[in-house]
């Protein structure tokens, strides 16, 4: 059984016990992850769960802006928690549920949207993309930022790791805090920060970066003979086999230097540069590489994936940690806001 209620350890400083940083991590449920995602995401926020106290969650219904399909968002929820338990989440060492398991969340929402102007919100990027498409987006793509914001701030978040063109988001969610502390008192809620993480581009099949929208992604979870194929696909240069070939900026290079040991890599530079060494023998060492890696991750996520009972009880049981959480800064703004009697 995963444990409920574990106590964090905290550092004393001074004489004084210091409250443990939490980091927090909201994953969109859109399918199984690809190699794109698992370089440029899972693995850089799984190395801080040792750093911080970590919480996790699949964001379910921020899917529904787009996603109207039952079955798929289903199945999609259930392929992102197989994804990240066979990655390496430690559901007894974080918290990892649903979204959609902490009603407080919704209640934090419309706080929250009472407190932003219209306008902070039309100049959410999701937003004023579709309308750039030509699009008529729905209410639930105008809102997002306030959920995103209460998903954030609901959890008391010290940090959330985020790329550069995500940091507006958590602006937004930082604005909100700060204004809710300046009308009803300070410490109503936590004020997150930014942990803005390395780019890590990962190039997809054609040298774009990696995407299902350009289908030129790698899947993760393929077999070997499936993995091989896609990897053999990588565009390349056509110089001959005896041709010396500059390795630096290839899409099959950069991907062995994210997935490689740099002494693999500086064995295929060395040998690229000398000549006699083709792109066929870059990418069957990338393959190579990859499967080394991903291998133990594939059977894992099958025999989870499998069992969608099980996953539904570790996500229930991190939900049951995350709403004690929850229920302790809505009661909060509860109280300071004037819905609930001082206790």
């Known amino acids: 059984m995963i444990p409920t209620g574990r106590v964090l350890?905290?550092?004393?400083?001074?004489?004084?016990?210091?409250?443990?940083?939490t980091s927090l991590t909201g994953i969109k449920p859109t399918g199984t992850p690809h190699l794109g995602n698992y370089l440029g995401a899972i693995r850089p926020a799984l190395a801080l769960a040792g750093a911080h106290r970590s919480i996790y969650?699949?964001?379910?219904?921020?899917?529904?802006t787009g996603t109207h399909d039952p079955a798929a968002l289903r199945g999609?929820?259930?392929d992102v928690a197989a994804t990240w338990l066979a990655c390496g989440l430690d559901p007894a060492q974080t918290v990892f549920f649903r979204q959609s398991a902490i009603p407080e969340v919704f209640e934090l929402t419309w706080v929250f949207q009472c407190l932003l102007a219209t306008g902070q919100l039309?100049?959410?990027h999701a937003y004023k993309d579709a309308l750039a498409r030509g699009e008529s987006p729905?209410?639930?793509?105008?809102?997002?930022?306030?959920?995103?914001?209460?998903?954030?701030?609901?959890?008391?978040?010290?940090?959330?790791?985020?790329?550069?063109?995500?940091?507006?988001?958590?602006?937004?969610?930082?604005?909100v805090a700060v204004r809710t502390n300046h009308l009803f008192g300070e410490s109503t809620v936590v004020v997150p920060e930014a942990e803005i993480q390395s780019e890590v581009l990962v190039p997809g099949l054609d040298g774009r970066k990696m995407s299902k929208s350009y289908?030129?992604?790698?899947?993760?979870?393929?077999?070997q003979k499936e993995l091989r194929s896609a990897i053999m696909k990588i565009v390349t240069g056509s110089e001959p086999l005896e041709a010396?070939?500059?390795?630096?900026?290839?899409?099959?290079?950069?991907?062995?230097?994210?997935?490689?040991?740099?002494?693999?890599?500086?064995?295929?530079?060395?040998?690229?540069?000398?000549?006699?060494?083709?792109?066929?023998h870059l990418k069957q060492a990338l393959f190579e590489a990859i499967d080394a890696e991903i291998a133990p991750r594939r059977a894992a996520f099958t025999a989870l994936r499998a069992d969608e009972d099980a996953l539904d009880r570790t996500l229930a049981e991190g939900a049951e940690r995350a709403r004690v959480i929850a229920?302790?800064?809505?009661?909060?703004?509860?109280?300071r806001i004037g819905i609930a009697r001082p206790r």
């Open 9 to 21: 350890p905290c550092v004393p400083r001074h004489g004084k016990v210091a409250r443990v940083k």
């Open 57 to 64: 969650f699949i964001a379910d219904y921020h899917a529904l």
């Open 76 to 78: 999609h929820v259930y």
């Open 122 to 124: 039309e100049r959410g």
């Open 138 to 175: 729905n209410a639930g793509l105008f809102a997002y930022p306030a959920l995103m914001a209460a998903d954030i701030i609901l959890y008391d978040a010290d940090l959330v790791p985020v790329g550069r063109d995500q940091k507006q988001h958590l602006e937004l969610a930082r604005d």
């Open 215 to 223: 289908d030129n992604y790698v899947p993760i979870f393929a077999t």
């Open 244 to 280: 010396p070939k500059e390795p630096e900026g290839t899409t099959a290079f950069t991907l062995l230097e994210l997935v490689a040991s740099p002494e693999l890599v500086r064995e295929q530079a060395e040998k690229l540069r000398a000549g006699g060494h083709g792109w066929g």
């Open 327 to 335: 229920q302790r800064t809505i009661g909060r703004v509860r109280e």
